[in-house]
């Protein structure tokens, strides 16, 4: 009940979701009210999807646990769910780790782009204090060429006193024999202008280049911030995992430990059970040795012929469904259990019957006992007679209370009690037998509409 509630619960949110988004339209904009397709019926859906596989797997295990203490029954189920709950917990933690690792790449590529960035500022320094220097070298051989001529000395004395030649003929093999002093004074001055230009360009260039290192180390702080938060954050999920491992190795000690007992416990109730159902072979063969009695005397008397109890059988549609919206939440069959580790036959069918369900009886027939049962519970076993030459006879069990007496005639779909969990059940619900000549069968395989 509280898993269904939980499961209208999410599709009602999903839908207010919905409403509030926009995703439910009317008028022109929609077909029939609604908008023809939407992203969060496609959510509801997946919700409602996963919620009946949880409890499908629930009552799987439910059923492999029939008969199992209720200690060991909410172990197991403690320990599905932390199973079920695993992939999503190493998912979350892949996805921190994953942005963790998305966010160092990240400052990795900002902490590459700050150094090429302040490479380039020192670069750009570098070439600015260069060319000041040979600025303030042009500067002295103005002053010197300036100097020169205001003391009146000659165009190559001039050089000679700048560059330090010795005589003239040295200045010529030095420097170009085309260039006085008035040139190299001139050249020198444009030179100047150009470097003072060319500095101006890189003071501007370092100055975009100072505000991109500022915004680099602006977003490396925030990523260094940001990237811890995420550490954390994956932390907190490696320390979810670690403790939903812890649980369940807690439990499989606590499983373990209790397995031979639980075992013991298993035997007992299988003999309980075992002896409730060769009751019922006594009786079915009981039963049918009377009617091959019947039947020849029948045949002395000349009323027929004694073909014995030889027959088909009961076939689909004999009987009918023993609740009112029959749901099977397991089926007749193998099962594994999951706690002592080994095959044993789940002799019925499990129909979804919350506690206190009407039960009713599936064909007309004799009660033939109403009372409680060994591992059954409280169970109403009903004898149909013969049928297609052979015993039919059918047990609904686990009920909380019985709605008939022992030796009471019922008609199929009469009430014979109401569901509950007596017995070995794990949880509110009917399990449901069928037996033909004494031997248990496939309900399916008998029941239909």
């Known amino acids: 009940m509280i898993r269904l509630r939980s499961a209208a619960v999410v599709a009602a949110a999903m839908f207010m979701i919905a409403l509030v988004t926009g995703a439910v339209v009317s008028g022109a904009d929609a077909v029939g009210g609604f908008q023809a397709a939407s992203s969060y019926d496609d959510d509801i859906d997946r919700t409602r999807d996963e919620q009946e596989r949880y409890e499908q797997e629930m009552a799987d295990l439910e059923a492999a646990l029939e008969d199992t203490s209720a200690e060991i029954v909410e172990a197991a189920r403690a320990l599905r769910e932390t ?62 060429l300036a100097r020169a001529q205001y ?37 020198s001055l444009a030179d100047m202008e150009e470097i003072a230009a060319v500095n101006r360009n890189r003071g501007a260039r370092q100055e975009a280049v100072r505000e991109y290192i500022a915004e680099l180390k602006v977003e490396a702080d925030r990523l260094v911030a940001e990237t811890k938060v995420l550490q954390e ?21 606590q499983l373990e430990e209790r397995k031979a007992e639980e075992l013991a416990k298993q035997n007992e109730i ?24 019947r039947r020849q ?42 706690v002592l580790n080994y095959w044993r036959l789940h002799a019925g069918t499990d129909f979804r019957a919350y506690c206190g369900t009407p039960i009713y009886a599936a064909r007309e027939g004799q009660v033939q006992w109403a009372s409680y049962q060994g591992g059954f519970g409280n169970q109403v076993m009903i004898d149909h ?13 686990h009920l909380t209370r019985a709605a008939v007496g022992s030796g ?22 009917l399990h449901f037998e069928v037996y033909v000549n004494g031997e248990t069968v496939d309900p399916m395989s008998v029941i239909g509409s």
Do not use: W
């Not at 006193?161 to 050249?187: I, K, M, P, Y």
């Not at 409730?276 to 079915?284: A, E, G, I, N």
């Not at 007679?385 to 069990?397: D, E, R």
């Open 270 to 293: 299988a003999a309980k059970q075992q002896a409730t159902r060769d009751k019922l072979k006594s009786l079915v063969a009981k039963k049918l040795a009377e009617e091959e009695k």
């Open 385 to 397: 007679g013969i049928v297609g030459g052979k015993s039919l006879m059918s047990s609904y069990n």
């Open 408 to 429: 009471q005639y019922v008609t199929r779909g009469q009430l014979v009690g109401y569901s509950g969990t007596t017995g070995t059940s794990t949880a509110c619900h």
């Open 297 to 338: 005397e029948e045949a002395a008397a000349g009323g027929g012929s004694s073909g014995g109890s030889s027959g088909a059988g009961p076939s689909k549609g004999t009987l009918g469904y023993p609740t009112e919206v029959p749901y099977i939440t397991s089926s007749y069959g193998m099962r594994y259990h999951p």
């Open 83 to 144: 199973e079920a709950k695993l992939p999503a917990a190493q998912a979350e933690l892949d996805a921190a780790n994953e942005k963790v690792d998305e966010a160092l790449v990240q400052q990795q590529l900002v902490a590459d782009k700050l150094a090429a960035a302040e490479a380039q500022d020192q670069a750009i320094s570098d070439q600015i204090a260069a060319d000041e220097d040979r600025i303030a070298d042009l500067q002295q051989i103005v002053a010197a």
């Open 233 to 253: 954050a994956a932390a907190e999920k490696k320390a979810a995992l670690d403790a939903i491992v812890e649980e369940q190795r807690a439990i499989k000690a």
């Open 151 to 187: 003391q009146g000395v000659g165009d190559d004395e001039a050089l000679s006193l700048v560059f330090g030649a010795t005589t003239s003929q040295e200045f010529v093999d030095e420097f170009a024999a085309d260039h006085n002093a008035s040139r190299v004074q001139s050249n």
